[in-house]
């Protein structure tokens, strides 16, 4: 199924499974796939197949880590930040405004909440 973005974003068929990604890289900047395996919670295998997906499609881009040339640093490219900033920033912006009222624990309470939630729909796929 593919998600429905930006039209400058609409020829690359993202999917739901991308759209995580490109959040964090969005928000918290380049990562390396490591990294980002542990902030989506899935094996570093999975992430460099997305990485390297979204890389062919001009999406993402690799570079070299300055600090240790055996590890590559993944970020969204230059001409398509605008795009993808248009796009989620939005919902990040809206998240924020809903969730600041809200103590550490309710925040907490509200993610775990939504975490069971999928874990609950992801389980009905499987049965």
Not at 4 to 25: D, I, K, N, T
Not at 61 to 66: G, I
Not at 71 to 99: E, F, H, S, V
């Amino acid at each position: 199924m593919a998600v429905v973005g930006p039209e400058a974003l609409q020829s690359f068929a993202l999917a739901p499974r991308h759209l995580s990604l490109l959040s964090y890289l969005l928000f918290v900047g380049p990562l390396t796939v490591n990294e980002l395996a542990a902030r989506l919670q899935v094996a570093p295998t999975t992430v460099s197949l997305l990485v390297g997906d979204l890389n062919r499609k001009g999406i993402l881009e690799r570079r070299e880590d300055e600090a240790d040339r055996r590890r590559r640093i993944i970020g969204i490219a230059a001409d398509q930040q605008p795009a993808i900033t248009a796009w989620l920033a939005p919902g990040a912006a809206a998240w924020r405004k809903a969730l600041a009222p809200l103590t550490p624990d309710q925040r907490q309470l509200f993610v775990d909440t939504l975490l069971a939630y999928e874990a609950a729909v992801g389980g009905a796929d499987q049965g």
